[in-house]
């Protein structure tokens, strides 16, 4: 162990583990090409404010997990939590949405939540996120839905649901809140402390609260869907049938509600069953009011994140990493090998070769071994024989066949 080891809750990504990695966001950089996105790349922090007036004062994000500093100025700022918030300050601040047509952005990397470790949750995470703004079809959901189901399928993730629900607006969800709020309020006594106090300020949040009790009060509680008005039920109708269109199958779940207060209307989130307690592999929904709220014209927008630890965890479960070797091992065999050698390896380098050495010489089989340890193709010899005929030694690892190149034609190998 060093004197000073990693801060809980932040991982180092290993070299084994880089190639799933480098699959998932090549994977992610294709699919979301394919659908017409672009990058932003919002930074890493951002003022505290944009994400106290985003995710919601009363939201467990903004009241117990951000990491929230004064800087040397006395500005409040925050690692960023989650992307949406930071990718539409920039869509407002850089005026992206002039115009008037659809914005479709995208954005990977690092995101940072103050929670309590486990198994696929950690406290710096990674993320794909996808933004539509300007869209207010309901067949921008189901692009943005189909979008996260190709690029789900491509990695080849079994076992993954897509459970969907709508929230309404900002015109049907008061009288829907208030009746929640009548239905609990009687049956206060039996909701855990946090609920209690959502109770006040967040009843939606009631509705997916882990603690048992809890979750037998919300049983027979009243559903948003008998709720919805007009339009937000033909928007929610265009997206399923839109889902249809396209054969894909998901679940509805009226209690579905989101950690985040932004969302209105369609929600959704992929589910795995192979993830113990943390399964929501990806969520997200419309927030149509949130362009608004943080100053901007009234754009709608819809998005989703998927958290990429959790995808790396899916994947290693289905498929052992693979560590991909060197083109080449170079065993230099003798002291004389080593300026030949040096220059060889670096014109197989230059050619565009991955190649493999040790610059200090070393006898043939501890040479094989680390040929053997750096996953290389092959290995080339270079010992006192080579260096007389001019002609070095290739094994080809795999094949287990030998063959000869002349030390000085590079362009050969
Ligand atoms: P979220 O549901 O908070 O949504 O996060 C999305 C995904 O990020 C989760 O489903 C999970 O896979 C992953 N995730 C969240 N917290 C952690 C953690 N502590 N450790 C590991 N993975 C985690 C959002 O962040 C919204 N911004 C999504 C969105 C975009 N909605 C609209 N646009």
Same mark, same amino acid.
Request: include cysteine; hydrophobic fraction near 40%.
């Given at each position: ?7 809980? /809750? ?8 880089? @190639?799933?990695?480098?699959i ?20 890493i922090m +951002? ?6 007036? @985003? ?19 006395? +500005?409040?700022?925050?690692? =960023? ?14 005026? !992206? ?11 990977? /990397? ?10 696929? =949750?950690? %406290? ?14 309901? !067949? ?13 399928? +491509? ?15 900002? +015109?049907? %969800? ?13 049956r ?5 402390g946090d609920?209690?106090?959502?109770? #006040?300020?967040?009843?939606? %949040? ?12 919300a ?5 948003? &869907? ?17 889902? &249809? ?19 209105? %209307? ?5 589910? @795995?069953?192979?993830?113990? &307690?943390?399964?929501?592999v ?6 149509d ?7 901007? *014209?009234?754009? *709608? ?14 994947? @290693? ?23 030949p050698?040096f220059?060889?390896i670096?014109?197989?380098?230059k ?9 200090? *010489?070393g006898?043939l089989?501890?040479?094989?071994r680390?040929?053997?340890?750096s996953?290389?193709a092959?290995?080339?010899?270079? /010992? *006192?024989d #080579? ?6 030694l ?20």
């Amino acid at each position: 162990m060093p004197a000073v080891t990693a801060i809980r /809750g932040f991982k180092d990504i290993l070299p084994a583990e880089a @190639s799933l990695w480098r699959i998932v966001e090549e994977t992610a950089r294709d699919v979301v090409r394919r659908f017409d996105f672009v990058e932003l790349r919002p930074p890493i922090m +951002e003022k505290t404010e944009l994400f106290q007036r @985003s995710i919601g004062q009363s939201t467990d994000i903004v009241e117990k997990e951000m990491y929230t500093m004064e800087d040397r100025g006395g +500005e409040k700022i925050t690692l =960023r939590p989650e992307a949406t918030a930071g990718l539409v300050r920039a869509l407002l601040e850089h005026n !992206l949405h002039e115009g008037g047509r659809a914005v479709k952005l995208f954005c990977l /990397g690092q995101m940072f939540r103050y929670e309590r470790p486990q198994k696929g =949750r950690q %406290r710096q995470f990674h993320q794909l996120d996808v933004e539509v703004f300007n869209d207010p079809s309901p !067949l921008a959901d189901a692009e943005t839905i189909f979008l996260l189901y190709v690029f789900l399928s +491509e990695l080849g993730l079994p076992s993954l649901s897509i459970v969907l629900n709508s929230l309404g607006c900002r +015109e049907c %969800r008061p009288a829907y809140r208030q009746s929640l709020i009548d239905h609990l309020s009687s049956r206060k006594e039996r909701l855990c402390g946090d609920c209690q106090r959502r109770l #006040e300020q967040n009843p939606l %949040r009631t509705l997916d609260c882990k603690v048992p009790s809890c979750q037998a009060e919300a049983q027979d509680a009243p559903v948003l &869907a008998s709720f919805l008005c007009p339009d937000c039920r033909a928007h929610f109708e265009a997206v399923k049938s839109a889902l &249809a269109s396209l054969g894909l199958s998901y679940e509805l779940d009226e209690r579905l509600v989101r950690g985040l207060d932004y969302y209105t %209307r369609t929600t959704f989130e992929v589910r @795995s069953g192979d993830l113990g &307690a943390q399964n929501a592999v990806a969520g997200g929904g419309r927030y149509d009011g949130l362009c608004r709220e943080l100053g901007g *014209p009234d754009l *709608p927008g819809i998005g989703f994140a998927v958290g990429l630890e959790r995808l790396i965890l899916l994947l @290693s479960q289905t498929a052992p990493p693979v560590s991909d070797g060197p083109d080449y091992y170079v065993a230099i065999l003798c002291p004389e090998a080593q300026a030949p050698a040096f220059k060889l390896i670096h014109q197989l380098r230059k050619k565009g070769l991955a190649v493999a050495a040790d610059w200090t *010489p070393g006898g043939l089989k501890s040479r094989l071994r680390r040929a053997d340890k750096s996953g290389a193709a092959k290995v080339v010899m270079i /010992g *006192p024989d #080579e260096l007389a005929s001019g002609q070095v030694l290739i094994r080809d690892l795999v094949a287990k066949e030998q063959e000869t190149r002349p030390i000085d034609r590079p362009d050969l190998f």
